[in-house]
C-alpha cells in the first residue's frame, strides 16, 4: 500500500484549520454562553440563599415577636386576673359591710319599735291604773276629799322657804286655792285657818273650783304652788312608772 503524503498532509491542515475554526467561532463563544448561565446560575443560586436566609430571620423574629406576643398577652391576662379577683374581693367586703350595717340598723330599728311599743303599751297601762285609781277614789265621801287634805296643804306650806312662803297672802292679797268642788263654809273656814297658821298672819282665800283634782287642795302664786291632790299624786306616780320603765329599758 501506498501512502500519498501530500494528500495526508493536506487533510491534516484542513483538519487544523477546522479545529482553530471551531475553536474560534464555536467553542469559544460556547463556553463563554456556559460560564454566563453558570455565573447566572450561581448568582440566582446566592440570591435564593440570601432570600432563604432573610426569610429564616424574618421567620425566627416573627416567631420572637410571636413568643414575646403571647408573654405579654399572658402577662396582661394574670394582671387583669389578679385586679378582677382583687376588685371581687373588694366588691365582696364592701357588700358584706353593707349587710351588716344593714342588719344592724335593722336590729336597731326592731329594738326602737319594740322599745316604743312596750314605751306606748307601758304608757297605756300606766294610764289606765291611774284612771281606775282616780275612778275608784271618787267614791270617797264628798267630805273626805276636803277635809282628809287640809292638814298637808298647811304642812306644804310650812315646809317651803321663809321667802317664799311669804309670798302666799302678801300685801293682804287673797290666796289663790283650788278644790274638787265648791267648799262648805265650814271647809273654808277650816282651810283659812289652817293657812293662817302655818303663814304665822291672817290668810284670806280666792277659792276656784276644778273637778280635774279628783280630792285635796292646791295653792299658787306666781312663783311657787303646794300640790295636795290626788291628781297631782297620779301625775307624780305616773312619771315615776314611765321613768323606771325608761330606765330599765
Not at 464555536?26 to 432573610?54: H, N, S, T, Y
Not at 321667802?163 to 278644790?179: M, S
Amino acid at each position: 500500500m501506498r501512502i500519498d503524503w501530500w494528500t495526508l498532509g493536506l487533510q491534516a491542515i484542513n483538519l487544523l484549520v477546522l479545529v482553530w475554526i471551531l475553536s474560534r467561532f464555536l467553542f469559544r463563544p460556547i463556553a463563554r454562553i456556559v460560564a454566563e448561565r453558570q455565573a447566572a446560575a450561581d448568582r440566582i443560586l446566592e440570591e435564593a440563599r440570601a432570600a432563604k436566609d432573610k426569610a429564616e430571620a424574618a421567620g425566627q423574629e416573627a416567631k420572637l415577636a410571636a413568643d414575646e406576643a403571647a408573654a405579654a398577652r399572658s402577662g396582661m391576662i394574670a394582671a387583669a386576673t389578679r385586679e378582677a379577683d382583687k376588685e371581687k374581693e373588694t366588691l365582696l367586703a364592701a357588700a358584706r359591710a353593707e349587710a351588716g350595717r344593714l342588719r344592724d340598723m335593722a336590729h336597731k330599728e326592731a329594738e326602737r319599735i319594740r322599745a316604743d311599743e312596750a314605751a306606748r303599751a307601758g304608757d297605756w297601762a300606766s294610764r289606765l291604773a291611774v284612771d281606775i285609781a282616780a275612778r275608784l277614789f271618787e267614791r270617797l265621801p264628798q267630805d273626805a276629799r276636803i277635809a282628809g287634805f287640809i292638814d298637808g296643804l298647811a304642812d306644804g306650806l310650812r315646809q317651803l322657804p321663809e321667802n317664799t312662803r311669804g309670798e302666799f297672802g302678801a300685801d293682804g292679797e287673797a290666796i289663790a286655792l283650788k278644790a274638787p268642788r265648791a267648799l262648805s263654809a265650814e271647809e273654808e273656814g277650816a282651810i283659812r285657818t289652817a293657812l293662817s297658821k302655818a303663814l304665822g298672819r291672817d290668810a284670806t282665800l280666792a277659792v276656784t273650783v276644778d273637778p280635774g283634782l279628783i280630792a285635796g287642795l292646791e295653792i299658787e302664786t306666781r312663783h311657787a304652788a303646794v300640790h295636795n291632790s290626788f291628781r297631782n299624786d297620779l301625775d307624780r306616780i305616773a312619771a315615776t312608772l314611765t321613768r323606771d320603765r325608761n330606765g330599765n329599758g
